[in-house]
């Protein structure tokens, strides 16, 4: 979907996807409910610049320019917004040659992001280059399966964050892919690795039962799906071995969706998988809707920037 056309229909809407047992006949987004929208990124691997013209498949589309301006946007729409990162900031043109990453943190600090997950790519020049940019980021980094206690990274992401909006208590947590085989072992150091299955589940009875979250996120840098033979962890299977987590905001394996994926979860209840490709070409959109009871609805596009 183009961003003029976005906008000119986002009013309209989808069909509602329910979460937690709400009937979608009976809902309206017209009525009281209200209205908690969720911006999201992934792998844009330092793509500053949008693609030239002459681009044999994304002309004229991305750039750091036009993404603020439709994220300036939407926020005026709705103020109840946030923006958040699946990782991979780092990595793919010639300004993290340069200058390491700064550029990236600063640019993200002025649109105002909310928060980011680490990924794979955002050890390339190690672990210590990572902490060297954190100064730039005026936004938190949520990592929930990495165990940064014996790196220079210590203390210096959270497990999860809750943000709140007009009275909705929103949870997020963060999820990094298996390092070794993907990162060399001096980049990363002595992180640990911790099963993200198990990560998720005590983040999740963390954040929905003991803080009382209204809505969880889980911010993956796990991949989308690696396919029924794969033993690997992916989005699509924390969905299925889980429960708890709305909204899961994909990475790494840059797959472009055009809404997100609802995947049923351990209870039974939808969970919902999305992923917005690369290059900061998409920015996801996901609005979520609370009626007074706080039971929650949503529908979700991917935006063309």
Known sequence: MKR???IQQASVGTALISLGGLGLQSFSTTNSAKKITILHTNDVHSHIDAFSPDDPRNPNQGGVARRATLI?????ENPNTLLLDAGDIFQGTPYFNYYGGELEFKLMSKLKYDAATIGNHDYDNGIDGLYAQLPHAEFDFIASNYDFSNTIMDTHTKPYKIFKKEGISIGVFGLGIELNGLVTPANFKETKYLDPIEMTQEMTRLLKKEKGCDLVICLSH???DYGGHSSKISDIKLAKATENIDLIIGGHTHTFLSKPTVVKNKAGKNTLVNQVGCYGINVGRIDFYF???KN????????TV
């Open 4 to 6: 003029r056309d976005f």
């Open 296 to 303: 929650k609805s949503a529908n979700g596009v991917s935006i």
């Open 222 to 224: 796990l991949g989308y």
């Open 72 to 76: 300036e946007s939407i926020r005026k």
């Open 291 to 293: 009626d007074n009871d």
